[in-house]
């Protein structure tokens, strides 16, 4: 049961830090190609993985907080990737 609480905590911690750390790492300016690839890479993934486990939140769960705690992760995963997407389209 100790390994099912430390799995919850970490999908929640997930979705809530690892959406807002996405769009924190999208408003980092960079100079050099290969630092701007690797810093949208980085919050892709995290933006991917908040978005993902938000969506499970919101869909599997009755909870009004659950839910909240999803769109959280979605509100600022989609943005992240959106950012990225900009960020590497403006390289080339």
């Known amino acids: 049961m100790k390994n099912l609480a430390y799995l919850v905590a970490f ?3 997930l979705v809530i830090i690892g959406g807002p750390l996405a769009l924190g ?3 980092i300016r960079t ?15 995290l933006a991917l993985l908040s978005i993902f486990i938000g969506l499970i939140l919101i ?6 907080v659950s839910k909240a705690i999803g769109l959280v992760g979605l ?8 950012r990225s997407i900009r960020s590497i389209r403006d390289l080339y």
């Open 25 to 27: 790492l999208t408003m």
């Open 11 to 13: 999908l929640l911690a």
């Open 59 to 64: 869909i599997n769960s009755g909870g009004a």
């Open 75 to 82: 509100g600022t995963g989609i943005p992240a990737i959106l």
């Open 31 to 45: 100079q050099r190609r290969r630092s701007t690839i690797i810093k949208s890479l980085a919050a892709s993934l």
